[in-house]
């Protein structure tokens, strides 16, 4: 609820052209405009001359900071994405997508539906590459989805969704090596982990 006088809220929603709905839009413009460090006490701040300006003004400020934010986490998840998932041979390679909107644009180009795994993929709830000819990087051929906690493949498509009904033999036994290639990395890691936790154990006892 937005604490003002009832009345003064009425007629300033009115002086807006706002009906009821406008309560909402004035609350959405409030939540981000502090979000935004915005001094709320100031009057013009709280009651903006034109509340559906205003309101865009922020939201887009609000967006921008988010987008931003979401790029900076991105850039560190995706470096670790490309020591666990990235693989070669001479006729294919894995890509780890450098931006969310690699994966956007893959699924325009593919005509699936991945793009909407975009966010997922960015909080880490699932995982998506790309499976190029390796003389032919820039060129979409496959798009795979991961789970995040073995890295084994939930999926498979090409264009259309064609991979399922239409798989080559040699993009087959590339991924069987590439499968195989990421589980042993993930035991690296594991043992990698369980070290290091030893040693901090270690390291704790003794000072105490």
């Known amino acids: 609820m937005l604490e003002c006088d009832p009345v003064q809220l009425a007629e300033y929603l009115i002086r807006q052209g706002q009906g009821s ?7 959405d413009y409030r939540e ?4 935004l460090g915005r001094d709320m006490t100031v009057e013009l701040i709280r009651w903006p001359k034109n509340l559906h300006q205003a309101h865009d003004d922020v939201i887009d400020a609000v967006r921008a900071i988010e987008k931003e934010e979401s790029v900076r986490a991105y850039a560190e998840r995706y470096r670790e994405l490309v020591g666990r998932y990235e693989f070669e041979t001479d006729d294919y390679t894995v890509i780890v997508p450098e931006r969310l909107e690699d994966i956007k644009r893959e699924g325009a180009d593919q005509h699936h539906c991945v ?16 499976i190029r000819r390796t003389l032919l990087r820039a060129v979409p051929l496959y798009t795979v989805e991961l789970n995040p906690t073995d890295g084994k493949i939930r999926q498979i498509q090409g264009y259309h969704n ?15 090596l590439w499968q195989s290639e990421i589980a042993r990395r993930l035991r690296k890691e594991k043992r990698q982990a369980e070290k290091n936790a030893r040693e901090d154990a270690g390291m704790e006892a003794a000072a105490t």
């Open 115 to 130: 793009a909407g795994y975009a966010g997922r993929h960015a909080e880490g709830k699932t995982v998506i590459v790309f």
């Open 162 to 176: 064609e991979y399922r009904n239409k798989p080559t033999a040699d993009a087959e036994e590339f991924v069987r």
């Open 21 to 27: 709905g406008g309560i909402h839009v004035l609350r």
């Open 32 to 35: 981000a405009a502090a979000r």
